[in-house]
């Protein structure tokens, strides 16, 4: 083993263990490996800038500002109205989530989708009386499963199409992968609501102190 490899192992150690301590941010975090890499001598100037150059970095930030203009026009409150305007069972709350959630997946970046998704699903929840981990978990699934169907929907798509094509040569179409994301989607959906009792009932921290002042 070279001693580049050796800090390369060392760091990517030291990253798990940040990550799991939370303390500091996971961008600052890369940007030190990144650093440390670059001081090393294991990467060289060409490649430690290549990153911020790549395709998918770009893409990924193009999507947040389409995110972000879709928050502060008003459309996603025009959206939440429009799906949870009316008194819904926990049932038909899951049925009106999961296909939009999955859907906009396809196009956006799912964690902008359940983002966007979060604060609405849980006072739709709290007005139903359902806990906030049956909504949220379900919300999660339904990203995941809808960015796989596009290259737009995950950055590890995006990584994935980029190896893809320095391999093969060939780039991959944005809608590559559509039909058999679009079959995961399918079962996945329909096993969560199929499967819906099993979700766990689990209270948020603000939930469970909401009747003491002290610990409030």
């Not at 007005?127 to 737009?152: H, N, T, Y």
């Not at 893809?164 to 079959?183: C, H, K, S, V, W």
């Not at 969560?192 to 009932?201: A, D, G, M, N, T």
Request: include cysteine; aromatic fraction near 8%.
């Amino acid at each position: 083993m070279s001693i580049y490899a050796a800090i390369t192992i060392g760091l990517l150690l030291g990253k798990i263990a940040l990550m799991l301590d939370r303390r500091i941010p996971s961008d600052l975090i890369g940007l030190g490996i990144i650093a440390i890499l670059l001081l090393t001598g294991a990467l060289s100037t060409t490649e430690a800038l290549s990153c911020f150059s790549n395709e998918s970095v770009v893409l990924v930030g193009a999507l947040s500002i389409v995110v972000a203009g879709l928050i502060y026009s008003g459309a996603v409150n025009w959206f939440t109205e429009l799906l949870f305007s009316k008194s819904l069972t926990f049932r038909q709350l899951l049925r009106r989530m999961l296909i939009p959630v999955a859907t906009l997946s396809i196009f956006i970046i799912s964690e902008a989708v359940v983002a966007i998704f979060t604060h609405i699903t849980r006072i739709v929840g709290r007005r139903i009386k359902v806990e906030p981990s049956r909504v949220l978990l379900p919300l999660s699934c339904a990203a995941a499963l809808g960015s796989m169907c596009s290259l737009l929907g995950s950055p590890a798509n995006l990584v994935i199409a980029n190896f893809y094509r320095q391999t093969t040569g060939e780039a991959m179409a944005i809608f590559e992968p559509f039909l058999p994301g679009l079959i995961c989607a399918v079962v996945g959906i329909i096993s969560i609501s199929l499967l819906r009792q099993f979700l766990p009932v689990r209270k948020s921290p603000e939930d469970s102190f909401a009747d003491s002042a002290d610990y409030t």
